[in-house]
């Protein structure tokens, strides 16, 4: 498993930063993607100063990877089966289409920490004694959109 970013990583329309002046810039994600796009990027979106607040950035994203989870094949185990139409129901609903639920299920995308979070507080609220099961989980960067 690689662990160092690469510009191919990077979503095409996330915006990078690359203001080397920022008190951020390295820790930042947005700014160690932009050190990485080709000197032959001739547009690209990119983070503007009016996101820094004096020492702060609203679009700072932590350069780290974090915990992915993939597949949810086996999340309804231990459901009760009156809950699980219910339960299958409410996470359509979070992720918010069959198309992208039955995705996210295969293991097509990768679920990211704010819908694990959101996933697990469905759990919470249909089988409080019960946690989300995923599939298994890797280390990616995570590019959340703002």
């Known amino acids: 498993m690689k662990n160092k970013l690469s510009y191919n990583d990077v979503p095409r ?12 810039c390295e820790t930042c994600l ?7 796009m080709p000197a032959a990027t ?8 009016a996101a820094r607040q004096g020492d702060d950035c609203r679009l700072y994203v932590k350069n780290e990877r974090v915990t992915m989870a ?23 609903g979070c992720i918010g289409s069959k198309s992208h639920y039955y995705r996210y299920r295969n293991g ?3 679920i990211d920490p704010k819908l694990q979070a959101r996933i ?4 919470h609220r249909i ?13 990616a960067y995570y590019f959340p959109e703002p």
């Open 108 to 110: 097509e995308y990768l």
């Open 70 to 92: 993939r597949g949810m094949k086996g999340i309804f185990a231990g459901v009760p089966s009156e809950e699980v139409p219910r339960l299958r129901k409410s996470l359509i």
């Open 42 to 49: 001739t547009h690209h979106a990119v983070v503007l100063p």
């Open 30 to 36: 947005r700014h160690a993607a932009g050190r990485l």
């Open 127 to 139: 089988c409080p004694d019960l946690q989300p099961r995923y599939d298994n989980t890797t280390e």
């Open 13 to 24: 329309a996330w915006a990078l930063c690359l203001q080397d002046d920022c008190p951020l």
């Open 120 to 123: 697990a507080d469905i759990f």
